[in-house]
């Protein structure tokens, strides 16, 4: 996959984008490297002391750039000379935050994205005599609900995840180290087709019972239940994030009991996917059981996040969030049960919601892996 997608898919998302700023009485969007920058223009340029500065007006008028003249190379790859966006770059000595300002209305209107430093928060409102309002409401409606080139991305990451959780027998054994095997597995993401391995979470045994534990010295032992969580992007930025949970050979009754109802409530809430139905109901489809079960008090999180070129963005799948799912929205489900100091198990798939119902990326089985010991 090419490092970013046509110059159409960006064009139709900056029109989009302002005619949101619009709608919501703004005069302009001001965004700086980061997700919404990636997502509006395809560009991976960083964030430095120096700014650069997408600025993308609500009338519908050609955006530009401000960008630091040593940094112009940061957005040869970017979509922003195919669409004629004017690079306006600045040298040292020049106040770039001035020169934001000179490109708007004034008194204007902004909205910033969330990842602007406050390095430059704070004189671009100085400069432009007014505070920003945060730009997430506009950018969250664009980059919730999933185009078709980025929803092919995200199976693409999808099916290579999965590849490496089918070869998880190479590397989970006991005997080695969490930290071994984590080195395997990030090796894996990588040959399975990422562009590197974002996070690698290896909890066995009581690291299990975790949920955000990563990697350690611990050695393996037989009997071990072992939570593996694992992801990262491919190009042109997106990500995959997939949990299994193995066993060190078989498993106790009390054990495989326990996993069976989660992999029960995980399948409860993939099945109530489904355009209309809000992001709360699909936390509950997968909580109910569970607390049905006697296990509320041991899933401790939400039951899933949004996913894309962030691992974790909205829509968030947790008690209170009402908005309705949309065709389109890609979140994971991954409710998990966490015993402390005994072990801990977390299934989780990254699914799109279609007119139907919904999709799931993931494809490996979810239930208890049992590895033989060697």
């Known amino acids: 996959m090419t490092s970013r997608f046509p110059s159409s898919v960006y064009r139709t998302r900056l029109d989009r984008a ?3 700023a619009a709608e919501a009485g703004l005069d302009a969007l001001l965004i700086t490297p980061g997700p919404d920058l990636r997502y509006l223009l395809g560009s991976r340029a960083e964030s430095f002391e120096r700014l650069t500065c997408l600025v993308v007006p609500a009338d519908g008028t050609p955006a530009s750039v401000v960008v630091p003249r040593i940094e112009l190379a940061a957005l040869k790859d970017s979509a922003a000379a195919d669409l004629g966006i004017e690079l306006r770059d600045w040298v040292d000595g020049v106040n770039p935050h001035q020169a934001v300002a000179a490109l708007l209305p004034g008194p204007a209107r902004t909205a910033v994205t969330d990842a602007m430093p406050a390095l430059h928060l704070v004189p671009l409102t100085e400069a432009l005599g007014a505070m920003p309002v945060l730009a997430t409401a506009v950018l969250r409606e664009l980059r919730m609900t999933k185009d078709d080139a980025e929803i092919g991305a995200l199976r693409t990451a999808g099916a290579a995840i999965d590849r490496v959780h089918a070869r998880m027998g190479e590397f989970l054994a006991a005997g080695r180290t969490e930290a071994q095997v984590a080195a395997d ?32 010295e611990r050695v393996i032992e037989e009997g071990d239940v072992v939570v593996i969580d694992i992801g990262g992007p491919v190009e042109p930025g997106y990500n995959s994030d997939s949990t299994r949970t193995y066993c060190i050979g078989e498993p106790s009754d009390s054990v495989a009991a326990t996993v069976a109802v989660l992999e029960r409530a995980q399948q409860a809430a993939v099945d109530a996917v489904r355009p209309g139905v809000t992001a709360e109901s699909i936390d509950a489809a997968a909580r109910d059981i569970l607390v049905d079960a006697g296990y509320g008090d041991v899933f401790v999180h939400r039951t899933g996040h949004g996913i894309g070129l962030s691992v974790h963005e909205e829509p968030y799948i947790v008690a209170g969030n009402d908005i309705p799912l949309e065709v389109g929205m890609a979140f994971s489900i991954e409710p998990g049960v966490y015993f402390t100091g005994e072990w801990g198990a977390r299934i989780e798939d990254i699914v799109i919601v279609t007119p139907e119902g919904c999709e799931s990326v993931n494809t490996r089985p979810h239930g208890l892996t049992v590895l033989p010991v060697r």
Not at 193 to 209: C, L, Q, R, Y
């Open 185 to 216: 597995i990030s090796a894996a993401i990588l040959e399975e087709g990422h562009t590197e391995a974002a996070f690698v979470i290896v909890g066995s045994g009581p690291h299990g019972a975790d949920p955000h534990h990563e990697v350690s």
């Open 18 to 20: 302002a005619a949101l």
